[in-house]
């Protein structure tokens, strides 16, 4: 069984920053990609960022040029840096690891509110 703890949410105004961790433990052979989700009130959840195990990165249009996906394999943990941050940010924001064995597993997400 795999565990992703997240941490790092909260509330900020907005043009704050924050930053959020997720680390993985338990039965893991090898991770593949890691990333982050949000979900807003009535809305899907929809992906934010995803970085490999080489390090490549992918973004979401609205996040691009604000936030910072990355990761330290050795501690099994990926984190996102936001910075810029916009009312429209705020969710709640899932970790996943892909993960062998056993494939995709979720973090519990963590609340961000953008609000003055």
């Known amino acids: 069984q795999v565990q992703l703890v997240e941490s790092g949410g909260g509330l900020v105004q907005p043009g704050g920053s924050l930053r959020l961790s997720c680390a993985a433990s338990g039965s893991i052979f090898r991770i593949y990609a890691m990333g982050w989700y949000r979900q807003a009130p009535g809305k899907q959840r929809e992906l934010v960022a995803t970085?490999?195990?080489?390090?490549?990165?992918n973004y979401a249009g609205s996040v691009k040029g604000r936030f910072t996906i990355s990761r330290d394999n050795a501690k099994n943990t990926v984190y996102l840096q936001m910075n810029s941050l916009k009312p429209e940010d705020t969710a709640v924001y899932y970790c996943h690891a892909d993960c062998v064995p056993g494939g995709r597993y979720w973090g519990q997400g963590t609340q961000v509110t953008v609000s003055s």
């Open positions: 970085i490999s195990s080489e390090g490549n990165t």
